[in-house]
């Protein structure tokens, strides 16, 4: 559970680092996700075998709500 906490978190940070310019691919645990779109402020990325968004297996979905403020 650590080793995925862990893992969760360097993906957030890579990918809220590099917000302006979506990466073309992420990591998480041992595998590469491709950026396959962005509808609003949802950005997506599968496997790179997996180009049919509508037919996919696996996914990673990245939700900025720029709404929410530090207090």
């Known amino acids: 559970m650590k080793q995925l906490l862990t893992s969760i978190a ?4 890579s990918i809220s680092t590099a917000y302006a310019g979506k990466p ?3 990591n998480f645990n041992g ?3 491709t950026y396959r779109a962005t509808e609003s402020s ?3 990325y599968t496997p790179a075998d997996q180009t049919d968004l509508s037919s996919h297996k696996d996914m990673i ?3 900025f709500a720029e ?3 530090k207090v």
Do not use: G, M, P, R
Not at 10 to 13: D, I, K, Q, R, S
């Open 61 to 63: 979905s990245f939700t």
């Open 67 to 69: 709404e929410v403020k």
């Open 31 to 33: 595998d590469e996700y």
């Open 10 to 13: 360097l993906v957030l940070v």
């Open 24 to 26: 073309s691919a992420i």
């Open 42 to 44: 949802v950005h997506q």
